[in-house]
């Protein structure tokens, strides 16, 4: 009767959230990410002691603050993950808008915690690192824009960007952080190559940055002196570039042992900037070649999957979000084997850090949400075929 | 406004004519535009994303095989690597003029420890304490048992405590070579060298700076490879500077002195041969500069050219020569020495009362101050101050030694008459020996400019000539006069025609006026007068000559003596041949009276 009187029970538009989103989401990158984070607890077993121990505090203090920081960021992965391309962008441009305005007032209210430069801001119980919460924001905003201007009478999108960019690069190089600069400034030229940059354009802002590049090292001496330190012929062992090699070779293959390692009690920076340092010496190139690979598989994956996307903002802020993700873990490493000169920049997930592992969490969030596999409308193509 | 076409203009057009709405037919376009658009983008970035994909494989790549090329290299020992900043250790030695060292390096040892090799951190400490007992054994304990991973112990080391550090056979107790600069003369010519002590240091090297003296000026010089290890050759004569500083040593005891300086200096070529300040040091073990009261009271002090003091009576024959030259006076201009002389309420006294009138000669001779005041007045302060100047007595002699610098002149702040009356007598302005030195040699040398110098030349000095040849071929006899009949005549020394003159002063209060029984006694002399070839200024600090009846302190008796002794034995080592006087000098004697 109910049914005769008020019709059928209404069945749900779509399938429930959660089963979808298992179906749709790229479970390589979700795995490959959550094995990273799980390697970051493991090292940070290792790396975080000595620091703990010089702070006078408990030996594991850094490794439960690892796993509480840990867990929110992999909540809020997840969480994001399961937006649509819509929600992720409005997200970004909110949140973009939010740690802009955090980023300009930095200069007052920020403090250096003695490094030197002002980069973060002290919440007391933990400090916050804007720039770190800027670059998923600042991709999303920019593939958007980059997305739209591609529309007959669009808005003129692609120069926005460039101007926002400036003006945020001047703001890191002022602090000074040029890690996050290039970060930056890499990611912005990555989404407009993939947006369809001409060439010779491409060749210009290229020979600019070599010319910027020349510029910073004469004008500022902390960025001179990395410079020097990698272009010099040998190694000097004090540095911490000596230390790192040092430690990578007394690994091997096999390392020296869990908790043998002793690269740790030397470098300040052991957890953060050079915890591959520690993984190689500790558990052996065979970790370290580990770690290699899930950073390769979730970035190369993630443009894989993004090439087949018909959407362009979708495309465009995925590739910008990806290749952020992956080149920040090149660098990293690239410094520690001195393939690239000494950079502050941590590893995402691996290295100790809540700003920096939260941040990761948000952008990889957005890009397991941006890469989540949708009906393309593959017809269309078999469509444009036959028109020709 | 730039107008934009409607597209397809055809259609649009026809639409028109035939009334319907031209927009669906325009938005329709635009939505086939786009998707073309679009279409085309995403082949292009498919492309584009191919290759991204490729660079990252390629770049993560890269860093895995440098990775592994790394992990499979053996870690070398990281002392080994200590490139782009070593040490070097080759200081050039210095020399005398003769070629005989005054400094030179000795390769020592240098003791530090790596407690993680040793293998007795406590009976190593307990048997390193007996070897040096200075150190304390409860904290090389601490040291070697605690988180150090290295520590220096020793610095340099004998090769007696070596052994006997080998003896205690820990492999955690190493040596580091160790270059040291040695000055195998001890404290001969030390406030020339000055010292040298070590900078940067490494386990295998450390660098030797140049602290002070010539080790300072020269130190870039000494360091640098280019030279070849080539010695930096002094004006100095070893002999000579030792003999110097034995006779004044021994006066300054006679005298019962409380310091003294000397400086012996060829009058054409500027070279120092013997610089003396006493009491003098061991550049070996250089102490350590006085933190507070006098500085002049540590024996770091160099008094022959930091000492600034009023010279006396030894500037009265800058005016009388200054007068020669501009024809105011002649050796036998008769000069008014009546003493006092009442000068506003300033009184000018003799020593003694030289009576009405004097001679220029006998002026200088018996070193009348009021005679020299009356001269001063005729020549006026501007020309005074100029003739100061050209002598080098107004600004710091520069000597290439590092504490050249620190002897400044004290000049008088405004310079009235009675200014000119009191410098023209060595009163109200303060030169070191060394100004003294260069303004006598500049008078008698022939009249030009001498600067000067530590470095050997051999080079006659062609300076700007400040009196004519005949000018200073008068201040030699009458210089040599004083020797003869006047206030110096202690200082003659048979064969050498010493001439000279005297200067006593008395010392300045450090918060104004004069002491009583405190003076700086000087014998500025050259010789041989008839063609001089040294200038040796002599200079005694609180000097009492106590062989009287009653304490002397002029010059006369004071560093006269001394300064005779000095030439009397330095003369023969510079080649001089004694020589009978020449009559001339006599005929001028005879014509003074």
Excluded at chain 1, 81 to 110: E, H, K, N, T
Excluded at chain 1, 199 to 216: C, H, Q, R
Excluded at chain 2, 454 to 478: C, F, M, P, Y
């Amino acid at each position: 009767m109910t049914e005769m009187v008020f019709g059928t029970v209404r069945a749900s538009a779509g399938e429930p959230v959660i089963p979808r989103w298992w179906r749709t989401i790229d479970k390589w990158t979700l795995f490959g990410v959550l094995l990273l984070f799980g390697i970051g607890l493991l090292l940070a077993l290792a790396a975080s002691v000595p620091l703990a121990e010089k702070n006078g505090l408990p030996p594991f203090y850094y490794v439960i603050r690892q796993v509480f920081f840990g867990g929110v960021a992999l909540a809020v992965m997840l969480l994001l993950s399961m937006m649509s391309p819509d929600q992720v962008r409005r997200l970004g441009v909110i949140g973009f808008l939010a740690a802009f305005a955090a980023l300009v007032f930095l200069p007052f209210l920020g403090t250096d915690f003695g490094k030197g430069a002002i980069r973060w801001y002290s919440l007391g119980f933990a400090s916050f690192q804007p720039s770190e919460f800027l670059k998923p924001g600042f991709v999303v905003l920019t593939g958007w824009l980059m997305a739209a201007a591609q529309d007959v009478g669009g808005p003129p999108g692609r120069l926005y960007s460039f101007i926002l960019t400036v003006v945020i690069v001047v703001m890191l190089a002022v602090q000074p952080d040029f890690g996050q600069a290039c970060l930056i400034l890499f990611s912005w030229g990555v989404i407009y190559f993939v947006a369809g940059a001409p060439f010779m354009l491409l060749t210009v802002i290229a020979s600019l940055a070599v010319a910027g590049g020349v510029a910073a090292y004469n004008a500022s001496e902390h960025f001179a002196r990395r410079i020097d330190g990698f272009l010099s012929a040998d190694i000097d062992p004090r540095t911490q570039i000596g230390y790192a090699t040092n430690a990578i070779q007394e690994g091997g293959f096999f390392g020296v042992g869990v908790g043998e390692g002793t690269v740790k009690w030397q470098l300040p920076d052991a957890h953060t900037d050079f915890i591959i340092a520690v993984a190689a010496e500790e558990y052996g190139l065979v970790l370290v070649l580990g770690i290699i690979a899930l950073y390769c598989a979730v970035t190369v994956r993630s443009l894989f999957r993004l090439m087949k996307e018909r959407d362009p903002f979708t495309r465009l802020a995925g590739t910008g979000l990806a290749c952020a993700f992956g080149v920040q873990a090149m660098i990293n490493m690239g410094v520690a084997v001195r393939l690239l000169p000494a950079k502050g920049m941590t590893l995402p997930f691996v290295s100790y850090g809540g700003s920096s592992v939260i941040a990761s969490g948000i952008a990889l969030g957005m890009l397991l949400a941006l890469t989540r596999s949708r009906p393309q409308g593959e017809i269309g193509d078999i469509f444009l075929k036959r028109r020709r | 406004m730039t107008r934009i076409p409607l597209r397809p203009l055809a259609r649009i057009l026809s639409a028109r004519n035939r009334g319907e709405n031209p927009d669906v037919i325009e938005r329709e376009n635009i939505r086939l535009r786009n998707e073309a658009v679009r279409d085309k983008a995403r082949l292009r970035a498919e492309g584009r994303l191919l290759v991204l994909g490729v660079l990252f494989v390629a770049a993560f790549g890269a860093v895995g095989a440098r990775m592994g090329l790394l992990a499979a290299t053996v870690p070398v020992e990281p002392e080994v690597s200590m490139g782009g900043n070593s040490i070097l250790a080759q200081r050039a030695d210095i020399v005398d003029r003769q070629g005989r060292v005054l400094a030179t390096n000795l390769v020592t040892h240098s003791l530090y420890a790596q407690p993680r090799l040793m293998v007795d951190p406590q009976g190593s400490a307990k048997k390193l304490v007996q070897i040096f007992p200075d150190l304390d054994e409860k904290r090389l304990v601490a040291d070697f048992t605690g988180a150090k991973k290295f520590l220096w112990l020793r610095k340099r080391i004998s090769p007696e405590q070596m052994q006997m550090v080998h003896e205690i056979g820990d492999p955690g107790l190493l040596f580091g070579p160790r270059e040291m600069r040695l000055y195998p003369n001890g404290s001969l010519a030390a406030h020339v060298l000055g010292g040298a002590s070590f900078g940067r240091e490494g386990v295998h090297s450390a660098e030797v700076i140049g602290t002070a003296g010539v080790e300072k000026t020269f130190d870039g010089w000494l360091r640098d490879p280019a030279n070849n290890g080539a010695p930096l050759q002094l004006s100095l004569d070893l002999t000579v500077q030792s003999t110097v500083e034995d006779v004044l040593a021994g006066g300054m005891k006679l005298m019962n002195a409380k310091g003294a300086a000397a400086v012996l200096m060829d009058v054409h070529t500027g070279e120092v041969v013997a610089l003396a300040s006493l009491p003098d040091f061991d550049p070996n073990t250089r102490p350590q500069p006085l933190v507070k009261g006098d500085p002049s009271d540590s024996p770091l002090f160099n008094r022959a050219i930091q000492g600034v003091y009023e010279l006396g009576s030894t500037f009265k024959i800058f005016a009388v020569g200054q007068a020669l030259e501009l024809g105011l006076v002649n050796p036998q201009t008769m000069i008014d020495t009546k003493s006092p002389m009442i000068w506003g309420r300033h009184r000018i006294r003799d020593f003694h009362n030289y009576g009405a009138q004097l001679s220029v000669t006998e002026v200088i001779a018996k070193s009348s101050n009021v005679g020299t005041a009356h001269i001063a007045l005729m020549i006026g302060a501007d020309r005074q101050q100029a003739f100061f100047k050209s002598l080098g007595l107004m600004e710091p002699v520069p000597l290439e030694i590092a504490e050249a610098a620190a002897g400044k002149p004290i000049l008088p702040k405004r310079w009235p008459d009675i200014t000119t009356i009191t410098t023209s007598y060595g009163h109200g302005i303060s030169d070191s020996p060394l100004h003294l030195a260069a303004a006598y040699a500049t008078m008698t040398n022939g009249g030009t400019r001498v600067v000067p110098t530590l470095l050997k030349t051999d080079k006659v000095q062609k300076g700007e000539r400040v009196i004519s040849e005949a000018t200073s071929v008068k201040v030699r006899d009458l210089l040599r006069q004083v020797v003869v009949r006047g206030t110096a005549s202690m200082g003659e020394v048979p064969g050498y025609s010493v001439a000279g003159k005297t200067g006593t002063a008395d010392k300045t209060k450090p918060n104004g006026g004069y002491y009583e029984d405190k003076v700086v006694t000087t014998f500025a002399s050259v010789f041989p007068s008839t063609d001089p070839k040294y200038v040796l200024i002599v200079s005694l600090d609180e000097p009492v000559e106590t062989s009287g009846t009653e304490p002397r302190r002029t010059a006369g008796w004071t560093s006269v003596p001394v300064g005779a002794e000095i030439i009397r034995r330095v003369a023969p080592l510079l080649g001089l041949r004694p020589s009978v006087e020449p009559v001339a000098t006599a005929a001028v004697t005879l014509a003074g009276n």
